[in-house]
């Protein structure tokens, strides 16, 4: 059975990963997920790697909602590179899925972008775990999580 | 018996480690504290490596207290660049507490922001060592150590 | 029998691994390849990663297409980083080909550069992994994949 | 016998070393001194390691002189980024002295500042080598290398 | 017998590997070098983990051209912390010889300052691998490879 990992945080104005959960479940099933929470995004690569360590995880989704002050995109930074730094010396993917704060203008917004990216992340989640290759059908298609697709070039 | 180091700084303006200390004493009990102080955050990294190493800890809390100028947010950068390779690597958590010293205006702001930011970090310790799980109650919840929480989107 | 990866996002907006596999049986034969497709740019360096520890890739290429925005160069950042960290612990090249969105004004420039720089980093590939020397003939030429070559300095 | 690295650049315009190993003698006695020098501030890192590896050394010192540019900041922040590594992997403290030019305005404040720091950090290797707790009776006190300290938060 | 690498790029407008080979044949006897070209800077750290890996390499000179846009300068920023970060793994020095495209006004000052940037490191190679103490006669001197020394501070 494939161990699924979902890590989010009490920063973030949206429980990113009920939906994830949520999401995950009604795509595939067969999988176990383990669930946990940390404070903000600098906390995330940690409880990546011991996600990977203790819990057998074979994929995870790191959900975060970084601030709009330049201190924050600096955190989203390192966050992001602690979360590479984390696949690379484990093997395995984590899907990191950041909103920031000041993607959306209204609460509202906000709500619906991160719920929808949280969500189709959660479909990619499936799609490299039980078909790591299925996702080439889609290759230079200009997809874009959260948002309506841009598309491939058209010359 | 849980070990938690707690290391700051001699660069610091406020004594952020006594109020984590005493804030981690009150939360529970039946842990060793392990405190140690460097000159700078860049040493900050190194230190919880050692500690990690040589003191067995579960989890350390590194406080500190970067500059205002650009070379300081640089340093602080590199600073939390290193605690995240430092967890990643031991596969530990280290909650960083730094309180940037442009984030308050006067000389009470900043000490109360620093004790408040680390006496509410000392509590994620505690939760994060003895109830990794409880945080997800707070999950998407806006929470903001050191400031009043912004809360959850509200649609 | 060599082994080469191909791996690309569902992000970017040309299909550049297809005219680099394409490109690659033009220049050579004998050889295996193995492709894969991930979201983004920041998925690339577990994908590389896990080519590498279960497929025995002996070279890989990665294509992406990171966006305009700030936050997008951050991401290909991010991303390179992460390239260059996997290619040092393994001690394999992984050669980047990434094509940013400002790099081109229409979407029929954009393909043409896409599909160009993804055609002639092929081609280094094919002397990287066969005739690793080879490349020395155009050592201080100024040769620019996707664009025309600069040229040496003519003093 | 405590086996104390020092490290410095052709670069610099400055010979700290030569203070700092004088500040060391006079502060402590019963450890060997290693000395190395390097052309720049990026070659700290492997010197750092290969003392590290080859001649024992308990704690390093680590001091460079970047220059004003942009460039320079990018090197001395690669430089950090580096030491910092070293550290982590190690398990060991390398104390970074570092002094940009831009921090004095002549020659003769140049030198004195490089000369004070270099002095003032030499007692802060002393302190973590022999007595690594000593730094706590100044936490939180607002010390500053080279310049007069700043004291502790007053509200 | 020693073995020097040199690595290069064919993106570089100035052969300056065949220089710093020169300069180290003229400078020294009796060690083995190893030459390799990649396309472009980012490919070097994978080049030099490569020669040590393989070809037994005690030291390895690095040479690039980074260009003079923004996105340039990032590739360089890359490229240098992953030759930290392969020089930290390995526990030997690879000395970087980055020449940027905006450092020289036309091509004929660029052509002079590579080579003389190349040729001057080369003898910096010739002593860290046959002298590793012998730069200490010149720590704090205010070096510059490719420009006029500066010289120390003189107060």
Chains 1, 2, 3, 4, 5 share one sequence.
Do not use: W
Request: glycine share 8%.
């Amino acid at each position: 059975m494939q161990h699924i990992g979902v890590v989010d945080t009490t920063f973030s104005r949206v429980d990113m990963a009920t939906a994830a959960i949520d999401e995950l479940k009604a795509s595939h099933t067969g999988f176990k997920i383990i669930r946990r929470t940390v404070p903000g995004i600098k906390d995330l690569p940690a409880a990546c790697k011991i996600l990977f360590d203790t819990e057998q995880c074979d994929i995870i989704m790191a959900l975060g909602m970084p601030g709009a002050q330049p201190i924050d995109k600096q955190c989203a930074h390192e966050a992001s590179l602690g979360l590479i730094l984390t696949q690379v010396l484990v093997g395995k993917h984590i899907i990191e899925v950041f909103v920031h704060l000041d993607e959306a203008a209204t609460d509202k917004d906000l709500q619906k972008l991160a719920l929808t990216r949280a969500r189709e992340h959660a479909r990619n989640v499936i799609a490299l775990l039980y078909s790591p290759q299925s996702l080439t059908r889609h290759a230079g298609a200009g997809l874009r999580e959260g948002f309506e697709d841009v598309g491939p070039a058209r010359p």
